[in-house]
C-alpha cells in the first residue's frame, strides 16, 4: 500500500516537474524583453534597443518551425517558437512607433526654429515594397515589418515544400536555424560599439540572455546533444559576455558620443 502511494506521489511530482520544465521553455525566452518593452514605453526611446534583434530572432524561429517539417521535435520548443515570433512583433510595433514619433518631434523642432508652419512638416516614408535595400528593416510602419516577414516564410516554406525529402536540406535548415539564433547579441553588440555607449539597453535583458544561455549550453554538452547546438551554444554565451563588458567598460570609461546618422535610424527600431 505505502509503496503503491509512493509511486503515486512519485508520478505526480515527475508531471508537476515535466510541466513546469515545458512552461520554462515556451515562455522562459520572452522573459528578458519584458523590462525592455516596459523601459522603451515608459521613456519613449527605442535608440538602446536594435531592431535587428527582432529580425535574427524572426528568422530563427520561421526556420525552426519549417524544420520540424523535416524533423520532428518537443511540442514546448514548437509553441515556444510561435511565441517568441509574437513577441518580437509586438516589440517591433512599439519600437517603430516610437522611433516615427521622434523622428516626427525632431522634425518639429526643427521647423518651429525655422519658422516654418507646421503643415509643412513631413517624414519621409520608408516602405517595405519599394524595394530599397538602403531602407531594409528600417520602415516608417508597422505593416511594412509584417509584409517582410510573411514574404520570407512563404518563400522559406514553399522552398521547404520542394525539398522536404532531402536529407541533407533539412539538415542544413536546422543548422541554419540555430546557428541564426546563436547570432542574437550581435545586432545589441555591434549597436553599442556604433553608440559608444549602452544607454538605453536593458542590462537586465543581457543578464537574462547569459544566464538562459549557459543553461542552455551546459544542457546540450550534459546531454551531448549534436556538435552544432554547443558549438552556437557556447558563441552566444561568449557575445553575452562580450556585451556585458561594453557595459563595464562605457560605463567606466565613457565616450564622447559619436555621429551615428544611417545608424541611428537602422539599428535601433526595434
Same mark, same amino acid.
Given at each position: 500500500?505505502?509503496?503503491?502511494?509512493f509511486?503515486q506521489?512519485?508520478?505526480?511530482?515527475?508531471?508537476?516537474?515535466? %510541466?513546469?520544465?515545458a512552461? @520554462? +521553455?515556451?515562455?522562459?525566452?520572452?522573459?528578458?524583453?519584458?523590462?525592455?518593452?516596459?523601459?522603451?514605453?515608459?521613456?519613449?526611446?527605442?535608440?538602446?534597443?536594435?531592431?535587428?534583434?527582432?529580425?535574427?530572432?524572426?528568422?530563427?524561429?520561421?526556420?525552426?518551425?519549417?524544420?520540424?517539417?523535416?524533423?520532428?521535435f518537443?511540442?514546448?520548443?514548437?509553441?515556444?517558437?510561435? $511565441?517568441? $515570433?509574437?513577441?518580437?512583433?509586438? +516589440?517591433?510595433?512599439?519600437?517603430?512607433?516610437v522611433?516615427?514619433?521622434?523622428?516626427?518631434?525632431?522634425?518639429?523642432?526643427?521647423?518651429?526654429?525655422?519658422?516654418?508652419?507646421?503643415?509643412?512638416?513631413?517624414?519621409?516614408k520608408?516602405?517595405?515594397?519599394?524595394?530599397?535595400w538602403?531602407? #531594409?528593416?528600417l520602415?516608417?510602419?508597422?505593416?511594412?515589418?509584417l509584409?517582410?516577414?510573411?514574404?520570407?516564410?512563404? @518563400?522559406?516554406?514553399?522552398?521547404t515544400?520542394?525539398?522536404?525529402?532531402?536529407?541533407?536540406?533539412?539538415?542544413?535548415?536546422?543548422f541554419?536555424?540555430?546557428?541564426?539564433?546563436? +547570432?542574437?547579441?550581435?545586432?545589441?553588440?555591434?549597436?553599442?560599439?556604433?553608440?559608444?555607449?549602452?544607454?538605453? +539597453?536593458?542590462?537586465?535583458?543581457?543578464?537574462? %540572455?547569459?544566464?538562459?544561455?549557459?543553461?542552455?549550453?551546459?544542457?546540450?554538452?550534459?546531454t551531448?546533444?549534436?556538435?552544432?547546438?554547443?558549438?552556437c551554444?557556447?558563441?552566444?554565451?561568449?557575445?553575452?559576455? @562580450?556585451?556585458? #563588458?561594453q557595459?563595464?567598460?562605457?560605463?567606466?570609461?565613457?565616450?564622447?558620443?559619436?555621429?551615428?546618422?544611417?545608424h541611428?535610424?537602422?539599428a535601433?527600431?526595434?
Amino acid at each position: 500500500m505505502e509503496d503503491e502511494l509512493f509511486q503515486q506521489l512519485t508520478y505526480v511530482l515527475n508531471q508537476l516537474v515535466s %510541466w513546469f520544465a515545458a512552461g @520554462a +521553455m515556451v515562455f522562459g525566452g520572452v522573459v528578458p524583453y519584458i523590462p525592455q518593452y516596459r523601459d522603451i514605453r515608459r521613456t519613449q526611446n527605442a535608440e538602446g534597443f536594435s531592431s535587428y534583434v527582432c529580425l535574427v530572432l524572426l528568422v530563427a524561429n520561421i526556420l525552426r518551425i519549417l524544420f520540424r517539417f523535416g524533423r520532428y521535435f518537443e511540442t514546448p520548443l514548437l509553441w515556444q517558437s510561435i $511565441i517568441m $515570433i509574437i513577441t518580437m512583433l509586438i +516589440m517591433l510595433n512599439l519600437c517603430t512607433s516610437v522611433r516615427v514619433a521622434a523622428e516626427l518631434s525632431t522634425k518639429r523642432r526643427v521647423f518651429l526654429a525655422s519658422d516654418s508652419k507646421d503643415e509643412e512638416i513631413k517624414v519621409p516614408k520608408k516602405l517595405f515594397l519599394d524595394f530599397d535595400w538602403s531602407s #531594409f528593416w528600417l520602415w516608417s510602419r508597422f505593416v511594412d515589418y509584417l509584409q517582410c516577414v510573411l514574404t520570407f516564410t512563404a @518563400a522559406a516554406g514553399y522552398v521547404t515544400y520542394l525539398l522536404l525529402d532531402s536529407p541533407l536540406y533539412v539538415e542544413t535548415l536546422g543548422f541554419l536555424a540555430v546557428f541564426t539564433e546563436a +547570432m542574437l547579441g550581435t545586432p545589441q553588440l555591434y549597436c553599442n560599439y556604433q553608440n559608444k555607449s549602452t544607454e538605453g +539597453m536593458s542590462i537586465k535583458m543581457v543578464c537574462m %540572455w547569459t544566464s538562459g544561455d549557459t543553461f542552455k549550453t551546459a544542457y546540450f554538452l550534459l546531454t551531448q546533444a549534436p556538435v552544432q547546438f554547443w558549438v552556437c551554444g557556447l558563441l552566444q554565451v561568449f557575445v553575452d559576455l @562580450a556585451i556585458l #563588458f561594453q557595459v563595464y567598460y562605457y560605463s567606466r570609461y565613457p565616450q564622447k558620443p559619436v555621429s551615428h546618422t544611417a545608424h541611428t535610424t537602422s539599428a535601433k527600431a526595434l
